[in-house]
């Protein structure tokens, strides 16, 4: 299971909404819902929020593509998907400077590591503020 923000020694994880173990007898996985505190809350919150101002930011770049006139900026689009990008860098920071209170129930924090998602989540901060950056520049032609 690769979906995780933090893994203990591969047989046990833990992302945003589930901790997930695994079981050597029955070779599967079992899953049950993460206990949730004020900073999980604030990260899950987080990160949905950011999924939705790039969705919006990606609707409404269609909109201006067919709407706007010759020479016009993308200015709306631009503010919505920076907005994800600070979206997510808050909820990555949170999760780093907090994955004791996050992870409190859980196994020794020694023993394990961030996991593929939050890696992945830090590549995502600097590509939708630089993607931000770009729509607010970016100008139509015809």
């Known amino acids: 299971m690769i979906q995780s923000w933090w893994v203990w ?6 992302d945003l909404w589930y901790n997930c173990r695994f079981d050597n007898e029955t070779e599967s996985w ?21 999924v939705v101002f790039s969705s919006i930011s990606f609707l409404i770049f269609l909109g201006q593509l067919f709407t706007m006139s010759k020479g016009g900026l993308f200015y709306l689009t631009g503010i919505c998907q920076a907005f994800a990008g600070l979206n997510a860098f808050t909820a990555v920071l949170i999760y780093t400077l907090h994955n004791k209170e996050i992870l409190q129930d859980s196994r020794e924090l020694s023993l394990g590591h961030f996991g593929y998602c939050f890696f992945l989540a830090w590549v995502c901060v600097p590509l939708l503020l630089c993607s931000g950056i770009m729509y607010i520049h970016l100008r139509k032609r015809e």
């Open 30 to 50: 079992f899953c049950a819902t993460s206990q949730e505190t004020e900073w999980l809350q604030a990260v899950q919150v987080l990160m949905v929020l950011s």
């Open 9 to 14: 020694q591969g047989t046990e994880n833990s």
